[in-house]
DNA sequence: CAGTGGTCTAGACCACCGG
DNA sequence: CGGTGGTCTAGACCACTGC
């Protein structure tokens, strides 16, 4: 209290954390509102306005005007999983990074696929299925839709040294997307691919991603047995 | 630019989201410095700073002090997935939302487990499993292992009308932990809990979480065949 | 309607780090 | 070293919303 040092909002944030933790602020409970704060941290009021948000925004606090700002009931509600670059995955461990296109076609998509990118009956867009390896080994199976319609330069597009993913990236500037995550047993196809028996339990990863509003590509991935997707908060 | 306008950071915001998307700013570029853009849009440093700081963090720009801002290579690198409260979920379908439990007891944790609660060697802690039912369906198979050295209250707990999940929150201040999702096959045991066929594809939530440094409590959610976490950004 | 959080401003100093 | 983003401040006005 009697210091002088300057508070920064970080500092501001670990004390309010600690109130919450050691539970003086207890679930539910209304905290003092922000010019309080502001005068028993001795700081702006605009410092704890800035401690408080990122609290809010990791879902501790919960914060209404004129209502104040409450401890949350439901704390680590959200956690924010990095989507996997796959070649930055598979390099960052060390291996060695590698794809082979198996398949490119010109083709109707499954109405699912058509729903997703927002297609009319009877386009025929860009269809691939490429093998990711890490050391030669299979690391994901994608099966990948382009619309083609919206991005025509793609039909030109040479995958030898980029990947369908690199290619978009560069050429498309992606401003969204949805994201799904599921769990599938793998068919006798993708087993075969993927190296592994069928039957065997693998993660889904689907995406959907647009520019503007374009919808660009509809891509599945289906990882190795024994992938997992991790993330700490 | 004769526009008198207040300029609010979110209009700041859209307008670099703008410059970004129609690529007059193209991926891996720099862009003016915040005093610039300031005065382009007639506003003060710090309304320019919130809006690019918000887009840094959404990871479409990259900063670096004195090298300045440039527009990320590689856009839409994380989403951020709620983590589901079973209840809610449940009920928000409109559908009845109901558990019981299979299985209490107390037992010495498997190897992977004890490593994850950072335990010794021969701790009997707290095992459940309960089943999640929405509108008496199955609809995820809950395995968890408390602490109870760390929460020794919760050997007295009622799990009759309040899940393990919520007598916890409810008892302890959580702060961190992290989570896992992967794919599994169904074994025989999960798909007669789960009223589904042995093999089928499931999506396996773990999560593990702590207060401070004691690790309190490690959960398997096993969810129920077609089962997807969804998010958009 | 009045209290609370949300935001803007103008100015200042600082931390980092590229050249 | 010097340019850039990171942050703090004091004060102001505004937007929402519970009472």
Redesign the interface.
Known sequence: MTEADRKTWQAVQDEV?RY????IWK?GELIPHEAELALQFGCARATVNRALRGLAEAG?LERRRKAGTRVA???????????P?IREEIESTGQRYGYKVFLREMRVPPPDVQARLQLSGADKILHLQTLYTADNRPYVFETRWINSIAVPDVLNADFDMLSPNEWL??EV??????????????TREEAAVLACKP??????LERT?R??DNMITAVRLL?HP????????
Chains 1, 2 share one sequence.
């Open positions: 954390r919450i933790s050691a539970r679930p501790l009931l439901n704390p680590v509600r959200r956690a924010a999983f990095s989507i670059i990236v560069r500037a992606f401003d969204g997307g949805d994201f799904t995550v599921s769990g599938v047993a793998a039957g065997e339990g693998l993660l889904v991603t520019q503007g990882f024994g992938y997992r997707m991790h993330t700490r908060c």
